[in-house]
């Protein structure tokens, strides 16, 4: 036994324990943080579908990631679904809810006399207040409901189309709307998500179009637009955050700097998205043109590929599958 063995094993098992005890403290610091933050969440909503506790949300964001995984190997050797009466109901679906949730939030903003500049969160149990809170829990559940955009996306074998800022954007939206819902479902929270429900209106009422088939396609001029007008609503967000937090609006401050980080993600994703599907030349592809959700060329609705599919003119390997 080499002189000095002792001394390192003991080092080792130190050096360990001084982990376990740092990883320890860890957990439980967190752990006593989120009892203290129960203690200031909103009360009305804790009896809510789903806001009980953060694991269901939690649970179903790890299922999305797993189906991410197993979703490509489950489709490799598989023809890929169409899925056209699906994408048909789905997206017109979410064009009424996100509809519904726009009219709502602006409605009882109105009545409840709310500022567009400065809105502290009121937690009493006003008519219009539990309106727009209401609303704003139907907002968080559309951005669970938005996973399915990934699932059809694979079992149509579109892989390309699961870009980092496709899983980025969904996977972020649902969990931290569970913590707006949880702590802030009113005041300045109505801003954000009333724009936002507003474009998905359009952008779920384009792919909506889109799944009709071809003879859409010379209406669907304008998906363009869709990506310069999100990029516009974080440059909106910033602004809006900016401004109450420069003028001491009494919204909490750690929301309106995550919100403002958070936007920033997104200009810089969706700028470089924008600018490789619409400024950049490409160098080989030729007629094949780029969607506008901060994917790539196609949308939840047909493309122009799948047209040459359904036309038989692709053969080679089998015919896709129906529903």
């Not at 809170?133 to 669970?144: N, R, V």
Request: proline share 4%.
């Amino acid at each position: 036994m080499p002189s000095g063995a002792f001394p390192a094993a003991t080092s080792i098992i130190r050096t360990n324990g001084r982990a376990m005890e740092a990883v320890t403290h860890f957990v439980n610091d967190t752990v006593e943080f989120y009892k203290w933050g129960l203690t200031i969440s909103d009360k009305r909503v804790g009896s809510w579908p789903m806001m009980s506790s953060p694991l269901p949300t939690l649970a179903i964001s790890c299922l999305y990631l797993l189906f991410l995984w197993a979703g490509p190997r489950y489709m490799q050797d598989r023809q890929p679904y169409i899925l056209r009466k699906t994408l048909i109901v789905y997206n017109f679906s979410m064009v009424v809810l996100n509809f519904y949730i726009a009219k709502e939030l602006l409605i009882a903003s109105r009545r409840a006399g709310y500022s567009y500049l400065c809105q502290p969160v009121s937690y009493s149990n006003d008519e219009n207040e539990v309106r727009i809170a209401s609303a704003l829990w139907w907002y968080y559940i559309s951005k669970g409901v938005e996973f399915l955009d990934t699932v059809f996306f694979i079992l149509r074998k579109k892989f390309t189309q699961v870009s980092f800022l496709h899983v980025y954007h969904h996977c972020t939206m649902f969990i931290l709307w569970w913590i707006g819902m949880k702590w802030v479902p009113g005041g300045q929270s109505f801003f954000g998500a009333t724009i936002n429900s507003s474009i998905h209106v359009l952008m779920y009422g384009y792919y909506g179009l889109a799944a009709l088939g071809p003879h859409m396609q010379k209406y669907l001029w304008w998906k363009k637009y869709l990506t310069i007008i999100q990029i516009i609503q974080f440059h909106v967000t910033i602004g809006h955050a900016g401004y109450s937090l420069y003028t001491g609006c009494q919204f909490p401050a750690w929301m309106q700097w995550a919100l403002i980080g958070y936007a920033v993600t997104f200009i810089i994703l969706f700028a470089n998205f924008y600018y490789h599907a619409y400024r950049r030349k490409p160098s080989s592809q030729k007629g094949v043109k780029s969607a506008a959700n901060g994917t790539s060329m196609v949308t939840n609705g047909h493309s122009k590929v799948e047209q040459v599919e359904d036309n038989g003119k692709r053969q080679k390997k089998g015919r896709a599958k129906r529903e």
